[in-house]
Nanobody, 126 residues
Framework: QVQLVESGGGWVQAGGSLRLSCAASGRTFRDYAMGWFRQAPGKEREFVAAINWTGRSTSYADSVKGRFTISRDNAKNTVYLQMNSLKPEDTAVYYC???????????????????WGQGTQVTVSS
């Protein structure tokens, strides 16, 4: 089992940047696929970015491609989401998720993730 704690959210003006971090407990973090999802008010939780257990495969939602970068540091049990050129439509609660899957490709399906953090709010003003 793994516990996830997100940090780094906040308020930023459009065009700005934020870096989210997700710290995971447990000694088997390196065996987990990791993902970021977000949920805006009145909307369903949606996929943002994912990285496989080795860090060699990543995947992004079309809406964030070229602006967001997911990475992981297995020595620190942490996954990151660097968000640049933020837009008001990026405003949401961002959730980190973990899936105990050693797949070649990044895992993008929400249903594939077993563990979730509590979320961190990101607000982008125009």
């Amino acid at each position: 089992q793994v516990q996830l704690v997100e940090s780094g959210g906040g308020w930023v003006q459009a065009g700005g940047s934020l870096r989210l971090s997700c710290a995971a407990s447990g000694r088997t973090f390196r065996d987990y696929a990791m993902g970021w999802f977000r949920q805006a008010p009145g909307k369903e939780r949606e996929f943002v970015a994912a990285i496989n257990w080795t860090g060699r495969s990543t995947s992004y939602a079309d809406s964030v491609k070229g602006r967001f970068t997911i990475s992981r540091d297995n020595a620190k049990n942490t996954v990151y989401l660097q968000m640049n050129s933020l837009k008001p439509e990026d405003t949401a609660v961002y959730y980190c998720a973990a899936a105990p899957r050693r797949t070649v490709v990044a895992v993008t399906r929400r249903a594939s993730y077993d563990y979730w953090g509590q979320g961190t709010q990101v607000t982008v003003s125009s």
